[in-house]
């Protein structure tokens, strides 16, 4: 049974039009990940949450923000999609923070046109 | 931050032994050595993880050397379904990267039949 859920698997989106990918877990663990991966290149983090403490990777462009309603959902809010944020985009969850193993879901892939 | 390096690429053939090398030579004595990896069209998922002892799981083992700056990851018997990108990861234990998982480029793992 999938443990992180990521929906929808594609999105296609136009270039300024705000887009919302959405992930949640069964797994009542305490942290959610959100991380980008371009094309040809490795997972990056963008940010994650702790319970409700949001942190922010430091070179994380404004344009990309993230909620998380309750401890089953997180959502990555784009407001203004550029061609360069085309990629996939892969949401984590873990229990705690430093050691524990993270566990990924599928992945978005977002198409900007 | 400390980082690891590992061949951008290796061939195995199916049912043989894989040792997958990385080097972490400014390793700390508190980063734990993480191995992920991430299959065709799939999120990235944990394989295995040490401090200073070998380690051994149901999917791989993991040597690491006595000084900790190099360790390898082996898949005793490779199969078609472990081809896949192998990332060697350090958990920090201090500094901005604490607790993070910060994918490098990895090592793609090809499986001949």
């Known amino acids: 049974d999938a443990m992180v859920i990521q929906n929808p698997r594609y999105q296609v989106t136009q270039f300024g039009k705000p887009v919302t990918l959405s992930c949640s877990q069964t797994?009542?663990?305490?942290?959610m990940y959100w991380y980008q991966q371009k094309s040809s290149q490795a997972p990056k983090l963008l940010f994650h949450?702790?319970?409700?403490?949001?942190?922010n990777e430091a070179d994380t462009p404004d344009n990309f923000q993230s909620r998380r309603p309750n401890t089953s959902f997180c959502f990555l809010d784009i407001r203004s999609p550029g061609l360069g944020d085309a990629a996939m985009y892969l949401c984590?969850?873990?229990?705690?923070?430093?050691?524990?193993?993270?566990?990924f879901g599928p992945g978005t892939r977002l198409t900007v046109l | 931050d400390a980082k690891t390096t590992q061949p951008n690429s290796m061939e195995s053939n199916e049912e043989e032994p894989v040792h997958l090398p990385c080097n972490h030579s400014t390793i700390s004595g508190t980063d734990y050595i993480h191995w992920y990896r991430q299959l065709p069209s799939q999120g990235p998922e944990y394989v295995i993880h040490?401090?200073?002892s070998n380690v051994n799981n149901r999917m791989a083992s993991l040597a690491i050397a006595e000084d900790r700056k190099s360790s390898t990851l082996i898949l005793h018997r490779a199969t078609l379904r472990d081809a896949a990108v192998y990332y060697c990861i350090l958990r920090v234990a201090g500094g901005t990267s604490y607790g993070k998982l910060t994918f490098g480029q990895g090592t793609i793992l090809t499986v001949h039949p």
């Open positions: 797994l009542n663990h305490n942290v």
């Open positions: 040490g401090l200073t």
């Open positions: 949450y702790y319970d409700k403490d949001f942190n």
């Open positions: 984590a969850t873990s229990r705690d923070f430093f050691k524990d193993t993270q566990y």
